[in-house]
């Protein structure tokens, strides 16, 4: 079975470019699927910008850095992903959409023992696996935001998952990316968003009831228990749109009020206040 090598990323926003970037910096080969030119574009945008900060820093040679963007490939076409051993899908937290993809990658990826993994935040990895014919070679991989920079993923296997699978997820995820591995149920939020998703919800609750400003929270929690950024300022790096979607799907899950998105994060979505992706969310990022 060997070594993974070949690797396919569908989706290059926050994450799916994070997840390529890791890997083509890893030696790895990637092919990245996006679902149109202009974020293709943007993808590979945020990639040589994360990279050019690696140089800066002294973290990552010049040729490194060329030789990392050598082995990307952007394209629209998810038939590039043919030959990929591992595919990693990151697009939205949107489970109609993932259930689409998860059904073109079944019919894509020749390998018979190809791994397609989601980085979804919450949805569960049971129903991802049943929209192909091969659940058994399905498994959750939850990298953290920034992924060059947290040193965490969640290995989520299903019901279905095969043994050596997520034996070889894991050893992708700790041996070749150098993350350390947890393993995670396969019930929504996993168990790293099981706890911080009510907690962001709880900030943007006292927010909504004017119980304290945003700058006073985020201050509070980073000053007061040494977190390296607020409640507010994490949901607006993670995104608003992620945010609420993820709490739905726990919502939906657990019926517990402590998961249900706040109105005020709901009316903040509908407004397109994304965070600093869209440049605006708790705070003004233009
Ligand atoms: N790519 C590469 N490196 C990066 C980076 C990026 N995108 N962003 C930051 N870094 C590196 C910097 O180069 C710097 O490295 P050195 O210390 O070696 O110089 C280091 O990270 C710190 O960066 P900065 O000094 O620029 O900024 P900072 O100290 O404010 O840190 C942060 C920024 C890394 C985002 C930090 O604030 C942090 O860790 N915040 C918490 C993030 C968090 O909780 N993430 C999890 C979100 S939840 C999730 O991901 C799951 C989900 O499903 C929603
Ligand atoms: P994002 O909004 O930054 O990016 C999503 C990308 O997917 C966009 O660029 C979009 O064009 C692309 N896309 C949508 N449909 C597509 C398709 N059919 N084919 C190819 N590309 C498509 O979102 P993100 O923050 O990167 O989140 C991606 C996934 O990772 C979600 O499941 C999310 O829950 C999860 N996640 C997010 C974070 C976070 O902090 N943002 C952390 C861990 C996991």
New binding site residues.
Partial sequence: MGDITRIGV???????SGIAEVAARAGRDVVV????AA?AD??RERIEKSLARGVEKGKLSAEDRDAALGRLTFTTD?EACSDRELVVE????NEA??L??FGKLDRIVQSKDAILA??????PIMRLAMATQRPEYVVGL????PVPVQKLVELIPSLLTGEETAKRAEAFASEVLGKTVIKAPDRAGFVVNALLVPYLLSAIRMVEAGHATPEDIDNGMVLGCAHPMGPLRLTD???L??TM??AESMYAEYKEPLYAPPPLLRRMVEAGLYGK?SGRGFYDYT
């Fill in positions: 569908i989706g290059a926003g926050l994450m799916g699927v996006e679902a149109n974020a943007a993808g998810m990151a697009i939205a937290e959409l993932k689409e993809v989601s980085n979804t935040s919450s949805l939850h990298f953290f935001n790096l993670v995104g749109d992620t979607a993820v992706k």
